[in-house]
């Protein structure tokens, strides 16, 4: 029987790229057929938080431990080994039917069975001035990791093109596995917070890439150019810190309008998505966009950016909005909060363009993708 390894690291924690891997694993682990199963390699090297968090994840899992691996192997010593074409340390003996799926950076350099890797954006090289970072080098890194991959997952067609255009990598090795939105609880949910005006919600990090300085203004044009009576809500890690927003705010006069969560549990987010009247969704690039996903499946209208993978998501022009061009963005906004039918109508669209995303779907093209390319 021909195995799929998964590198399963991140479905450990929390937000990220996990939101991908965990239930695409969840799925593929269901779909184990006669011709191939699926294993799963949980690197938890010297850590002791990996180690309970794998605990943790263990006790609400009851799948059985033969499709688990574990290595206490260092990741530098796993990196070593891999970059030398050897496994065998981590996986065991494997055959050339064999499939690896690389969910991290960690990719490896192996010709005794097939590696594929996992890309879920490049937005560095796509909005490069919100990223310290050394992009020549980090771009060498991803060729070379593109270079021993047999086969590249993406998570959009716009990574897609991405990926072909900037790693110079074969369209035809590229796989497009979407998120899906199976799982959710979209019917009872407690009521965590009480608040007494309406406001449109952004779930995501607080960040300059995210452009939520950008949203703020436009926020505060709504207010105040156009005399809307709404708040907002942002969730999410703050990376910019408490007096960045607060100094922000003041100056544009909307700090009694604006309401910073911060980082919320699953539950208080999906409970802030639920009631609000609109999301907002103005990020300067993105490789997919699950909130925006999250809300369409329930029904609230989006508002979003016309950059990187999010168009694809909903696919209606009446939604996007140039993030350059904040004085139309905000007139924008404001006719459709205005606009009970448009809000409808937008409703609608979202609730059925939302139903053709399925993890069974994703996890199924991949099986069979691979099958084909085996």
């Not at 960690?106 to 005794?112: A, C, H, K, Q, Y």
């Not at 890194?141 to 067609?157: H, T, Y």
């Not at 459709?336 to 669209?349: G, P, T, V």
């Amino acid at each position: 029987m021909a195995k799929l390894y998964v590198d399963a690291l991140p479905v450990l924690f929390e937000g990220g790229i996990s939101n991908y891997v965990r239930p695409l694993v969840n799925c593929l682990r269901k779909k184990n057929t006669e011709k191939r199963s699926v294993k799963l390699l949980f690197r938890l090297g010297f850590h002791r938080s990996r180690r309970e968090l794998y605990n943790t994840w263990r006790s609400d899992h009851s799948f059985n431990e033969d499709g688990e691996i574990k290595t206490y192997i260092p990741d530098r010593v796993v990196e070593y080994l891999w970059n030398r074409g050897s496994m065998a340390s981590t996986i065991g003996e494997c055959k050339k039917e064999d499939i690896f799926l690389a969910t991290t950076e960690l990719v490896p350099s192996n010709r005794t069975l097939k590696v594929g890797w996992v890309v879920y954006d490049l937005t560095p090289f796509r909005a490069p001035q919100f990223f310290r970072i050394d992009h020549r080098r980090y771009l060498a890194s991803m060729i070379k990791r593109a270079s021993v991959s047999d086969f590249i997952v993406a998570i959009s067609e716009n990574t897609k093109r991405d990926i072909v255009d900037l790693l110079k990598y074969p369209e035809d090795r590229i796989c497009v596995v979407y998120p899906g939105i199976e799982g959710m609880n979209i019917s009872k949910l407690p009521p965590v917070l009480t608040h007494n005006r309406p406001y449109v919600y952004y779930a995501g990090s607080l960040s300059l890439n995210k452009n939520v300085d950008g949203m703020l203004r436009i926020f505060s044009r709504v207010i105040h150019e156009h005399g809307l009576d709404i708040d907002i809500i942002l969730s999410g890690k703050d990376f910019c810190g408490k007096s960045f927003w607060d100094e922000l705010t003041r100056k544009l006069k909307i700090s009694d309008r604006v309401r910073i969560k911060g980082w919320v549990s699953d539950e208080e987010r999906q409970y802030l998505l639920s009631q609000a009247k609109m999301v907002w969704q103005f990020s300067w690039y993105e490789g997919f966009g699950l909130a925006v996903l999250e809300a369409a499946v329930r029904g609230i209208p989006v508002l979003y950016a016309n950059r990187g993978a999010v168009p694809e998501i909903l696919k209606n022009p009446e939604q996007e909005i140039d993030p350059t061009d904040e004085r139309n963005a905000a007139m924008k906004a404001a006719e459709a909060l205005s606009s009970s039918s448009k809000l409808n109508r937008w409703s609608e669209l979202g609730r059925e363009r939302a139903a053709e995303f399925s993890w069974d779907k994703s996890s199924s093209k991949l099986l069979k993708w691979l099958e084909r390319t085996s």
